[in-house]
């Protein structure tokens, strides 16, 4: 399928929880999710016969600005040979998605680093803790209003 047929096809399923498509003239065509509806939008992609999404490539966070965080899910289907990009943006201030690592197992770390770096919750996910920083480690380093402590533990942080 064609990233048109595939966003046309989520569409027609999802109809208002589809907020943005771009299908053409963009090196990774995107479908744009309400967050609230990606564990559902998930499923379908995985169990849907024509689409059959079975292989999460990577789940990153991304600091938008404007006080948004987004996460980026990029799909293939290993039986169809498609594949496309799936976004969500949620609020900074309390940045909650579903988890999907019931969906695609691989999401668990991915999700984890997500939520370490960025501090994108993901609700119900299995073992949401720190995956790369230490537990007691304040803030999450790759928000662009994070600051870099001076000292940690009480040892000079070299940044």
């Known amino acids: 399928m064609t990233p048109q047929q595939i966003s ?4 027609a399923q999802f109809s208002d929880r589809i907020l943005e498509v771009k299908a053409e003239g963009v090196p990774d065509p995107f479908v744009k ?8 939008i998930s499923k379908f ?6 689409l059959r999404f079975d292989y999460l490539m990577c789940l990153s966070g991304v600091d938008l600005g404007k006080n948004l965080l987004g996460v980026v899910y990029h799909l293939s289907s290993m039986t169809h040979h498609h594949k496309i990009t799936l976004k969500v943006e949620i609020p900074a201030e309390n940045p909650v998605v579903p988890t999907v690592s019931a969906v695609w197992p691989t999401a668990n770390w991915h999700e984890r680093e997500a939520f370490d770096l960025f501090g994108i919750r993901f609700s119900d996910h299995p ?4 995956i790369l920083l230490p537990d007691d480690w304040d803030g999450h380093p790759l928000r662009k209003d994070y600051k870099v402590p ?10």
């Open 8 to 11: 046309e096809k989520l569409k």
């Open 45 to 50: 992609m995985r169990d849907d016969p024509e």
């Open 127 to 130: 073992d949401l803790r720190r």
């Open 33 to 40: 999710a309400a967050p609230n509806a990606i564990a559902d």
């Open 150 to 159: 001076e000292f940690y533990r009480g040892m000079k942080v070299p940044y």
